[in-house]
């Protein structure tokens, strides 16, 4: 294979990474519709959509780990309650599988939740590029 001779088809020919092109190889196409992103952010709606993925991933966050510390606590402080039986296994043990549910449940919730993010944030960055 030859060697190109301009050094920029050069630098652009090497070994594709996931990572971002430099900023010098970027067409007059791309920098056009490149966002504002200090105008974005100073947006109410992009100020409103970030407050909201706090809000949701703040109390997820808690229940979660109030959830998943439960069963420790509960085995620990109330081990009488977690001894009964249900059927062959005991209470505790169904709390524990309950744990791998709820974590997919979670998940689910989560992806439709970010779904709306999605789409709120694509909003704002076209009324940003003024579409």
């Given at each position: 294979m030859s060697s190109p001779?301009?050094?920029d088809e050069a630098r652009q020919s090497a070994v594709r990474t996931d990572a971002a092109p430099?900023?010098?190889?970027?067409?007059?196409?791309?920098e056009r519709?490149?966002?504002?992103?200090?105008?974005i952010a100073?947006?109410?709606?992009?100020?409103?959509?970030?407050?909201?993925k706090l809000r949701f991933i703040i109390a997820g966050t808690i229940f979660f780990l109030s959830y998943y510390f439960?069963?420790?606590?509960?085995?620990g402080y109330f081990p009488q309650w977690m001894e009964h039986k249900?059927?062959?296994?005991?209470?505790?043990?169904?709390f524990a599988f309950s744990q791998f549910i709820m974590a997919w449940v979670i998940a689910g919730i989560?992806?439709?939740?970010?779904?709306?993010?999605?789409?709120a944030a694509n909003e704002i960055i076209h009324k940003a590029e003024g579409k």
């Open positions: 001779d301009n050094p430099h900023s010098s190889l970027k067409s007059a196409e791309e519709h490149r966002a504002d992103w200090d105008g100073a947006m109410p709606e992009f100020q409103a959509l970030v407050a909201r439960a069963l420790p606590v509960l085995v249900v059927g062959p296994v005991n209470v505790a043990y169904l989560y992806v439709k939740v970010a779904a709306g993010w999605d789409a």
